[in-house]
């Protein structure tokens, strides 16, 4: 008996095998052709299909008939296959193809090159869509809310009473930063401490940075780092946008942004009122923000001459009234009160001229004027000048699949001439650097991409700089990247730091040309990347970590000599040292993004170094947002800033800042409501802003905010 069912079981079981067959399978990238572990196997009505182990492969048991297969995995496009069992070959080898995300889609423009974000092998941070639409209903008037809130990038207030700006990276001085608009220098010198205040970000389509030494891209001044904004240009369909804000500190704004294409030509149309009263949330008599009106109106046409032809022209102009100090005399109650005027102009012109020709080249001209006026006036004190600015640059690229090649020449010119308004000498200068440049991106294989570039800038009154530069970027997997570079940066000494901006140039001698002398630096950094998907593909998950190094030789500091200020390059060297962790988590609606940054940035001179001032060695960032897509959008934040040594030898304290935000979304209209600080951590409130008296201040550093908690609403309109 026994033996008899030992016979029907195998006779049963053999059956059965007979109506199964085994399918050898192998799931590979297919542009890299690297095996993909933990591929995803479906199929309707057969359960418990396995996944492919570390070499892309799994052994499939499957029916003998017609059977589709689906196969996904995380970051590539799903695939079905239709296979017929039994299948004649010993193995089934299944390409995916990487899924082309929107933000890898995007060009970097900052980095010349044709390649995407996932090719470059410059590291490259760029915000742009809805990223950036957020920020703007926080500040709606200006982009330092957009910067502030990157890891990495601070703001750093250099009048109390005027709430003037300047941007830090890594912990080094705003001089070293160059902000550029479409490529094009338009926000240093005399006009720095205002640049971040008078650009308002409804016409930016993203904004683009690249942190460490591109002086080999963008010529001196871009040892920390740079900033790139990126404009609008016209779509075949119409873009209408306006933005009206009102804020619970006196403050209005209100702009719009129209841009259409219309066959061979087009048009983008930008105009911004930017205003606020006098507002001391501390009650102390002095403007945390100060009373302004300013105006901003930029417009830019753009020629199709053909489908290879592009030519675009366009113009800028700012004017603003800005009145910081003592509330009483702003209110017109005490004609003797402290006061401080900032009026200003800016009128700038870009210009543009593209042509390709072949498959893969072009050709490109550039050119930007920039004419600004600035005049600061305290009771006893007062500054005023003009300066002038003109960038011309001409290039050659070629856009080959494996090499591509980019070469330039640029005449650069920088003059700047002071109104005599009081005895010190007068701080005129005129710079010219004229500059040649080459840059290489290769395509060794596809996991190694290889940057390099090299430039020459014959700077006048300060001789040639050579300026080379590499960057690596490794493709482990589909998962894990790495970027490398490094590279070499010098400034041209003029008056306009964060230091004298402090003092409103008051004493400040004028830089010698004979005495003086360039500032030069290099820099390197290395980050890795990893981004997977977790619970089954429900949540995803990405990390970015970087390290970095800038080190800057003969620095220029703003040094005491008598009753005034001189500008010396001290012997010794200022480095800057640290790292950045970014980490964003999604699931469902919901997206949290979170980020630390450890700084260390110091003077050495000889055996002696000194900690620099207003650089907070730890700060976090963190963000949740929730965000349901043409709906609704809740966001909360929270940023912490550790202690900071100041200059006048005390430690500023440790804060946080956290605001709320949400906004409701219909077709053509959003309305939104901002709480911004609504800790309301303020200066005022743990440490003083000023020694002295009311009427006479000696103003201390600004570490901290002095705004504090501030509401703001407003609505958007999209016609």
Known sequence: MRTLLICVAALLFSVALSGQNILKIKVINAETREPLPNASILSKGIENLPVTNNEGEARLILPARQVTLIISHVSFETKEIVVVMPFKDSLLIVQLKPKEEEEEEVIIQSTRSSRTIQDIPTRVEFIAGEELDEKANMKPGDIRMVLTESTGITTQQTSATSANASIRIQGLDGRYTQILKD??????????????????????????????????????????????????????????????????????????????????????????????????????????????????VNPKLFFYFTDKTELNIGANITTEKRTGGDISYIK??????????????????????????????????????????????????????????????????????????????NLVTDEFKETQLTSTPLRNYNQLTAGVFVQNNWKVNEKFRLETGIRGDAVKDYGFVLLPRISALFKFSSELSSRIGGGLGYKAPNIFTEESERQQYKNVLPVDIDANKLEKSYGVNADINYKTKLAGGDVSFSINHLFFYTRITDPLLLQPDGSNFRFNNVTGHIDSRGMETNMKIGYSDFKLFLGYTFTMAELHQGNSKAESFLTPRHRLNSVLLYEVEEKWKVGLEAYYFSKQQLSDGKTGKSYWITGFMVEKLWEKISLYINFENFLDARQTRFDSIYTGSITNPVFRDIYAPLDGFVTNGGIKLRL
């Not at 933005?243 to 209100?254: Q, V, Y």
């Not at 210009?351 to 072949?358: E, K, L, M, N, W």
Request: glycine share 14%.
């Open 332 to 409: 017109g109650n005490n004609p003797s009160g402290f006061h401080e005027f900032n009026n200003s102009d800016r009128f700038s012109t870009q210009f543009s001229f593209q042509h390709r020709f072949g498959k893969c080249s072009h050709i490109m001209l550039k050119n930007s004027f920039n004419r600004f006026q600035r005049t600061l006036t305290l009771p006893t004190y007062g500054f005023s000048g003009t300066q002038n600015g003109t960038f011309t640059e001409a290039t050659y690229a070629s856009h080959g699949e494996i090499s591509e090649w980019i070469t330039g020449v």
């Open 183 to 296: 490529g094009l220098p338009l926000y240093a010198g005399f006009s720095s401490g205002l640049g971040l205040l008078q650009t308002p970000p409804l016409d930016l389509k993203q904004f683009e940075v690249i942190k460490g030494s591109a002086s080999t891209l963008y010529g001196g001044g871009a040892i920390a780092g740079l900033v790139n904004l990126i404009s609008k240009t016209p779509k075949e369909e119409q873009e209408l946008k306006f933005h009206f804000d009102i804020t619970s500190a006196g403050g209005l704004n209100s702009s719009g942004f129209y841009g259409k294409k219309f066959g061979k030509t087009g048009i983008t149309i930008f105009a911004s009122r930017n205003s606020n009263s006098p507002y001391d949330p501390a009650g102390i008599g002095l403007t945390a923000i100060p009373k302004f009106e300013r105006y901003t």
